[in-house]
Structure formats: C-alpha cells, structure tokens
C-alpha cells in the first residue's frame, strides 16, 4: 500500500502539552492540553475512578476521540457518557460498544475535520488504521501544534508535514517475539495476532522515516508490550533513526 502526504493547517493558539494516563493493555488513556482549562482525551481505557487517583479533572475534558472498540481503548467511555462529555468515534465502534443511541456519542466523519471554535480553536481529523476491528488514528492541529496519534495498527498509509509532536506505537520487536516463540513462551495464534495487528518497533521506524520531522519536539512510544519489548532499547532505536528526543509513555 502507498503512503499518503497530509498537510492541514489551522489557526495559531497556545502549544499544547501531552499527559500519558496509561499506555498499555491495561488501559490506553492520553491527555493533551490546549490550555490549563481546555483537554481533550485521546482514549478512554481507564475507568474513571483510576482517571480521578491520577488526578485529571474530568470538568477539564470538552472532548474525548476513540479509535476502537477494544476495552483497553473505551473501558470508561460509558461513564464519560453519564457525565455528558462529548465522545468521537467510528459508527461501528459505537455499535460495537452499545452506545450508538446516545446524546453525547459524536460520530467521526469518514472524510472531513471535527473543527472547535470559540476563544480555543482547534481541529481533529480521524484517519483509517489497520486493525483487526474498525480502527482510526488521530491528527491534531492546533495553532503552530501538530500532534499525530497512532495505535493498534500494522500499517499506517498517511504520512504528515510540520508535526511537533509524535505518539506512536511501538508494541514489541520481532526479534523478542520469535525468540520466545522458539522457546514455546508464545502460542503461535497471540505471535500472528500482533504481527497482524500492532506496530513493532522497526514498523514504527520506518512510518517515523516516512514523515518530516523537521519540527517534532518530541516522539513518545505507546503500548509497549510486557513481554516482547524493551524500553531502553526501543529509545535508543528511535533516537538514532530520527535524531529526536524520544520518550515511552508510563504503562
């Protein structure tokens, strides 16, 4: 499959900041900051009490944007309802979840930006995954701010200009993965599954090398696996690949 080269623009607000709530298949929970009193979500896979001990203000959310149905990605989406946050995603993940009906469940668009105005102006534009369910990446922009988020992929097919800032899966490296198959540490189906399903670190590479980089002030590594990962490894990978300051969000 051939690449796609995005540029969207939109109006310059304050730089945002980006807070890692849970990286992991116990939950996937990402928060970015436009302004101290303006959040928006980026995956809900922590109950909301869990939200709450790690200190976010859910008053502070205005948005929240799921990209699957998988619980690790929507475990709190139910309850973000209950309190009238307003919830992005697919038509089929809300099928997929049961929530279809509701007030607050805002449907993506399947081509065209979810645009917010008022003193904070912003943009989000959902872009089609590979996933073993219906699965979306997200692309914000806000001002000079160019954040893209990608998880539970195998392949991504767009690449982007002017990004500040990076958040990529990274969930296991070949090499770990087939040893431990080797070893009979891992059934063949979970060993397909991930090939078939998540980026290992050397497909985040590679989709990393794909872009401009130009302007990114940092990359953040998501949803590491337990087993076939390796933290400081995968840092130094990326480091000397793209020459950025790289991090891994907290589990």
């Known amino acids: 499959m051939s690449r796609r080269k995005v540029a969207w623009t939109c109006s310059p607000i304050p730089v945002i900041s980006v807070r890692s709530l849970g990286s992991s298949s116990r939950g996937n929970c990402h928060v970015v900051s436009i302004t101290d009193e303006y ?39 139910e309850e973000l309802l209950k309190l009238g946050v307003p919830c992005y995603m697919l038509s089929e993940t809300a099928k997929e979840l049961g929530v279809a009906s509701n007030h607050y469940v805002k449907l993506l668009p399947e081509d065209g930006f979810v645009r917010f105005e008022g003193e904070t102006r912003w943009i989000v534009r959902a872009f089609r995954l590979e996933h073993d369910v219906p699965c979306v990446g997200f692309y914000l922009c806000a001002g000079n701010e160019r954040l893209v988020y990608i998880t539970d992929t195998y392949y991504c097919r767009y690449t982007f200009k002017d990004l500040t800032h990076i958040l990529v899966e990274a969930n296991y490296s070949v090499d770990i993965l087939n040893q431990r198959y080797m070893t009979s540490e891992m059934h063949s189906k979970m060993r397909k599954r991930l090939l078939h399903s998540h980026f290992s670190i050397d497909n985040a590479i590679e989709w990393l090398l794909a872009n401009d980089l130009s302007k990114v002030k940092e990359i953040r590594l998501l949803h590491l ?20 300051y790289v991090t891994v969000a907290d589990a």
Do not use: C, Q, Y
């Open 225 to 244: 696996s337990d087993n076939n990962s390796d933290a400081d490894l995968f840092i130094r990978k990326v480091e000397n690949a793209t020459g950025k």
């Open 39 to 77: 959040n928006i979500m980026l995956d809900a896979g922590i109950p909301l009490k869990g939200l709450w001990k790690k200190g976010l203000a859910i008053r502070s959310i205005k948005a929240v944007f799921i990209t699957h149905s998988h619980g690790d990605h929507s475990k709190s989406v």
